[in-house]
C-alpha cells in the first residue's frame, strides 16, 4: 500500500505585514542590487551591506533572556547550543517589557534535538532572524537547537561542510536518541539537510525523526526551465548572484552532485520529509520537482504550500510565518507525523 502524501495550502489573503515586507523589499531593490553591473550603473540600495547589517554569526545578547545558549569548538568552527532558560525570578516592577517576556508562556523542557542549518546562499553567515526563530521554536517546543557555524564558500566549499557536519552528528547520536533528533535548516542550509540526510543514509548511521525544510534551495545550478516564470514575482532572490555562489560552494566540482544539488540525488530510505515554501519564491519551482519525485516513490513526504509568500517568510513575525511556526513546532515535538 502506497503512503498518502500530505499537501497543505494556505490560502488566507495576504497579511498587512507580509504585504509591507514584500513592497519593502521591491522599494529598496534588494533583487537588482545583487546584481554588479547594476549597482555600478545605479545608485541603489546595497544587498551587501543589507547582508552586514543582518548578519549575527552568534545569537544577539537580546535573546539570552529567553533562552540559554553555550557554545564550543569542533574543527575550529564555532557550534552553538540554544536551549531553554528557566524563567527568571526577579521583581520585573516598573519594566514591562521584561515583565511580558518573562511571563511568556513556554513549553516545558523536552529531550527533543534540533540540528539546525542556517541559510545565507552558502556565502553568508546567520542572520538575526534566525536566532529569533529558533528563539520561538525553542519555547513552543522546549527543545535544544544545535546550530554549527559551518564553513562558507569562497573561502571554503560542500566539502568542508560535510566533514563538520559528519563529526557534530556521530557525537550527537552518541548523546540523542535519534528518534529525538530532527534536521531543519532554510535556503541553503534546507538544501544542505537534505544533501545530509541523503549522505546519513548512504553511510548507515542512525536516521533522525525528520527533516524539515524551509524555502530550501535544492539545485545550485537554477536550471529549471519553471524558474523564468516565478523570477518576475520575487523580490528577494537573484538568480545571477545565486548561480555564481552556487558554483564557489561546489568548489569545481560537480553541480549536479547530490551533496551540492540534492534534487539529483535518491529520496527512498530517507526519514520523513517536511517541506515549507511560498509561490513568490524562485525555490518553488525546485521544491514541486522534489514534491512530484516523492509522491511518485511514496516516499513519506509534507508538502506545505503558502500562497503569495516569498523566500524564507517562515523566519518571520507575521501571521503567515506564525502559522508556519506553529506547524514546524507540532513536527518537532511529535505530536504530528506523516
Known amino acids: 500500500m502506497g503512503v498518502k502524501p500530505l499537501l497543505f495550502r494556505y490560502t488566507e489573503s495576504p497579511s498587512r505585514n507580509s504585504i509591507l515586507w514584500e513592497k519593502v523589499l521591491w522599494t529598496v531593490k534588494v533583487k537588482e542590487s545583487q ?29 539570552l533572556l529567553g533562552i540559554k545558549v ?9 557550534i552553538f547550543i540554544l536551549s531553554p532558560r528557566k524563567p527568571l525570578q526577579v521583581d520585573l516592577d516598573g519594566l514591562p517589557r521584561l515583565k511580558a517576556v518573562a511571563k511568556r ?8 534535538r534540533v540540528l539546525f542549518l542556517h541559510g545565507g546562499s552558502y556565502v553568508v553567515n546567520a542572520t538575526i532572524q534566525h536566532w529569533a526563530f529558533l528563539s520561538h521554536i525553542i ?34 547520536v552518541k548523546q540523542v536518541k535519534p528518534s529525538d533528533l530532527t534536521l531543519m535548516g532554510d535556503s541553503a542550509g534546507g538544501g544542505l539537510c537534505l544533501g545530509f540526510a541523503q549522505l546519513i543514509r548512504n553511510e548507515g548511521l542512525p536516521s533522525p525523526s525528520n527533516v524539515i525544510m524551509l524555502s ?35 568548489g569545481g566540482a560537480n553541480p549536479r552532485k547530490p551533496l551540492i544539488s540534492p534534487l539529483y ?3 527512498t530510505g530517507l526519514p520523513p520529509l517536511h517541506l515549507f515554501i511560498g509561490t513568490k519564491d524562485i525555490m518553488m519551482a525546485d521544491c514541486k520537482r522534489l514534491a512530484d519525485r516523492c509522491h511518485e516513490l511514496n516516499v513519506k513526504f509534507g508538502d506545505y504550500v503558502f500562497e503569495n509568500m516569498l523566500h524564507d517568510w517562515a523566519l518571520f513575525d507575521f501571521k503567515e510565518a506564525k502559522s508556519a511556526q506553529k506547524q514546524i513546532a507540532s513536527i518537532i515535538r511529535g505530536d504530528f507525523t506523516l
Open 216 to 250: 530550501p534551495w535544492l539545485d545550485v545550478t537554477l536550471s529549471n526551465p519553471a524558474i523564468q516564470a516565478i523570477d518576475p514575482e520575487d523580490p528577494f532572490l537573484n538568480l545571477e548572484a545565486l548561480r555564481d555562489a552556487g558554483r564557489a560552494w561546489a
Open 105 to 112: 508562556r513556554r513549553a516545558p523542557e523536552s529531550p527533543k
Open 70 to 78: 553555550e557554545q564550543y569548538q569542533l574543527t575550529g568552527r564555532n
Open 35 to 63: 546584481n554588479s553591473d547594476f549597482r555600478k550603473s545605479q545608485r541603489v540600495f546595497n544587498v551587501g551591506d543589507f547582508s552586514k547589517s543582518i548578519t549575527s554569526p552568534s545569537p544577539p545578547e537580546h535573546l
Open 265 to 267: 540525488g535518491k529520496f
Open 139 to 172: 519555547e513552543a517546543t522546549g527543545c535544544t537547537v544545535i546550530a554549527p557555524d559551518y564553513p562558507l564558500a569562497p573561502e571554503a566549499n560542500y566539502s568542508s561542510a560535510y566533514n563538520l557536519l559528519r563529526q557534530l552528528y556521530m557525537d550527537l
